[in-house]
């Protein structure tokens, strides 16, 4: 299980640092789709808030700690910091960017935690990755 606890923790900080991106995309989005880009930053900002606490939760189910602090994240994380972005069109393209990341690094781990038989782990990252390609073919579906 160390395995499945190690890796949800590098998921943990790329789920952080895509919440923060997604947050900032959704303070400072300009232009013409502003309405609803903003709308769906925060839709897309509150299910990753959910997602992070349900993550440190499955780290603690199986005996681990989860990382809590910042510095963890940007180590670890496999998902870029994006400052200043205010361009609509660049911030959506940041969103697709963070959710192929986050769908790879699930799909990886849902092998591993298979393997390991800790299969509540492979379900749970089944269930995100499921909701995240929908959204990652709406992203793209906007830009054209």
């Known amino acids: 299980m160390q395995q499945s606890i190690d890796k949800l923790n590098v998921l943990l900080s790329g789920y952080h640092v895509f919440y923060l991106n997604v ?11 502003f309405f609803s880009l903003h709308t769906k930053f ?13 993550i440190a939760e499955r780290i603690l189910t199986l005996g681990g700690t989860p990382l809590h602090a910042y510095s963890d994240y ?9 400052k200043n972005s205010f361009d609509g069109r660049e911030c959506v393209s940041g969103v697709i960017k963070g959710l192929e990341s986050l769908i790879a690094e699930q799909k990886a781990l849902i092998v591993i935690a298979e393997e390991v038989g800790d299969q509540n782990t492979a379900d749970l990252l089944s269930n995100y990755t499921s909701g995240q390609e929908k ?3 709406m992203y793209k579906a906007f830009l054209g």
């Open 23 to 33: 947050r900032g995309y959704h303070w400072n989005v300009k232009g013409e789709h």
């Open 42 to 54: 925060e839709e897309l900002y509150t299910e990753l808030q959910n997602q992070i606490d349900e």
């Open 74 to 82: 940007a180590a670890l994380s496999n998902i870029q910091e994006h």
């Open 135 to 137: 959204h990652l073919w």
